[in-house]
């Protein structure tokens, strides 16, 4: 059985705080195999749950509601298209090696013609996106802490929910996970 990954939202910040002993007790109590975790960010590994990820990701967020309180927005990712985003930067190298940071947010579904152009009038001299399928990729060139974008403002400016990571994680996560 391929292995899938959840990235959850509000795990561990704004007062939520899950170990992730519990969140793996709750994964598993939905009938998933071979759960973990990985770094206490909402970051979860398993096998499971049937091929309908959003039948998958509705199950796993009404449970977690029911069960911590609040809502979890979830965002499903199979092996392969994890392998395809930690493969697939789309910024050149140079950007990169330029850049401070380089991140990114988890979608339900691509943006629409509508929510790139709004995506894109959040660039500035400092953050550059690139929204190619059902991630955004945030290249910041300063320290994040010198940057005006967060996760609040991409969620009000383009009206969709979204949870972001750091590219070092998604590749040491990869690394662990996926097959070379």
């Known amino acids: 059985m391929a292995k899938r990954f959840a990235f959850l939202r509000a ?21 998933l195999w071979n759960v973990e975790t990985f770094i206490a960010s909402g970051n979860v590994v398993f096998e499971g749950g049937g091929a309908d990820e959003a039948a998958l990701r509705r199950k796993v967020e009404a449970h977690l509601q029911a069960a911590l309180g609040y809502e979890v927005v979830t965002f499903l990712r199979t092996e392969r298209e994890l392998a395809a985003l930690v493969k697939g930067c789309p910024f050149g190298e140079a950007e ?31 953050d550059a996106f690139r929204a190619p399928g059902r991630e955004v990729w945030w290249l910041c060139r300063a320290r994040q802490s010198e940057s005006t974008f967060s996760n609040q403002v991409f969620e009000k400016a383009l009206g969709v929910r979204a949870t972001f990571r750091g590219i070092g994680t998604l590749r040491k996560l990869a690394a662990k996970h996926l097959a070379p």
Not at 13 to 28: D, I, K, N, S
Not at 116 to 125: E, M, Y
């Open 96 to 126: 990169v090696a330029a850049g401070r940071a380089l991140n990114v947010a988890f979608l339900q579904a691509p943006l629409s013609a509508e929510g790139q152009a709004r995506l894109q009038a959040l660039g500035t001299a400092v």
């Open 11 to 31: 795990i561990n910040v704004g007062g939520h705080t899950v170990t992730m002993a519990r969140l793996r007790e709750l994964f598993e109590g939905l009938g």
